[in-house]
């Protein structure tokens, strides 16, 4: 077993001065990457298993159904870098394919990101594993790599669709200058569908995505001395159908006062907090946003349904 932890999470002053900042600002707003602590990645996990929520079995089947052509695209034997790794589940469907000699894993959530990384390098022995805890969005920190070695990005979940449009540019471009010219990304990124589908994969019958969303608060508590009272805060979940994505809310069910490390803010009736954009894209969408970002489109590949979309883009030389 080949397996190193680079610890380069965030600290807690970053938590406080974020939630400090995002909830001084009109509309209120919390950055989605504060969901993923240990109960929030557990959490996440459930969503993925639910019937309404489409998203990962889809691009789970397209990733299985086209391994060996990914890895035409990708290669073989090159370090290859997964942004945002959560559980690791959808990696093990194309290692076998793709063989990398080094795997990557980057999450914000530590305790997550140890379990699973350590169980992927038990499982690949001969798989050098290269945990990364960090923000990837504050910059990439990566370990010593050796430079001759041709690297890839596997980034799923459709997690770019967390940024606005213009901090995906962003958020691309830098990883694209850690890829390198020539560099392959293979992006998971859903779909633009109706109303009423997407309606129903952010607010399910067991209401596990409402805990995940209100977990959030518990976290806040927990993290940076602050008193949300869980019980008056709704989830909120709805497709903005102009704006393109899907918005998660905490809407305050009466008006009230939070206390925040010494900090007082008024919430009235009816405010909510914005936790969560998920921008959705159509396949020329996404390729014009890519090429702004440096990249060629090489190839798409989408499911049956045309649920979901998971592209190869590469780093313009
Ligand atoms: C939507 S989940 C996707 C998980 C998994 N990749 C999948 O496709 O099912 C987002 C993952 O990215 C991680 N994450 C979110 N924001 C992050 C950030 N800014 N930096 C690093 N990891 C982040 C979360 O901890 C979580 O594991």
């Known amino acids: 077993m080949q397996y190193a932890y680079h610890d380069y999470h965030p600290p807690t002053e970053n938590l406080l001065g974020e939630v400090l900042s995002g909830l001084t600002c009109q509309p209120k707003r919390l950055s989605p990457k504060f969901f993923y602590d240990a109960v929030g990645s557990r959490l996440f996990d459930a969503i993925t298993r639910l019937p309404e929520y489409y998203p990962t079995r889809t691009e789970l089947g397209i990733l299985r159904e086209q391994g060996d052509a990914i890895a035409e695209h990708l290669g073989h034997d090159s370090i290859l870098i997964e942004l945002g790794s959560g559980s690791s589940q959808k990696i093990r469907v194309l290692l076998d394919s793709l063989r990398p000699t080094v795997y990557i894993p980057v999450d914000i959530s530590s305790e997550h990101l140890r379990h699973s990384a350590s169980n992927i390098a038990r499982d690949y022995p001969d798989l050098q594993v290269e945990a990364v805890c960090a923000d990837y969005s504050a910059g990439l920190q990566l370990p010593d790599l050796p430079v001759d070695t041709a690297r890839a990005a596997f980034f799923p979940g459709s997690s770019i669709g967390n940024f606005e449009p213009a ?5 691309l471009r830098d990883i694209g200058r850690d890829l390198g010219p020539g560099g392959a990304m293979l992006i998971g990124v859903d ?12 607010n399910d019958n067991q209401q596990i995505t409402a805990a995940f969303n209100l977990n959030l608060l518990t976290r806040i508590n927990r993290e940076i001395d602050a008193d949300f009272d869980t019980n008056r805060f709704e989830h909120r979940a709805f497709y903005n159908e102009a704006e393109g994505r899907v918005e998660m809310h905490l809407m305050s069910t009466c008006t009230q006062n939070v206390r925040i490390d010494g900090h007082r803010f008024r919430f009235e009736a009816g405010e909510t907090i914005h936790t969560e954009n998920s921008y959705k894209y159509s396949v020329e969408e996404f390729h014009a946003l890519g090429a702004v970002a440096g990249y060629e489109a090489e190839q798409v590949w989408i499911d ?3 649920l979901f979309s998971v592209h190869c883009l ?3 030389r």
Do not use: I
Not at 191 to 199: A, N, R, S, T
């Open 167 to 171: 901090g995906a540019v962003s958020l």
């Open 304 to 306: 049956p349904d045309g």
């Open 314 to 316: 590469r780093v313009c």
């Open 191 to 202: 779909l633009k569908k109706d109303k009423q589908q997407l309606d129903a994969a952010y």
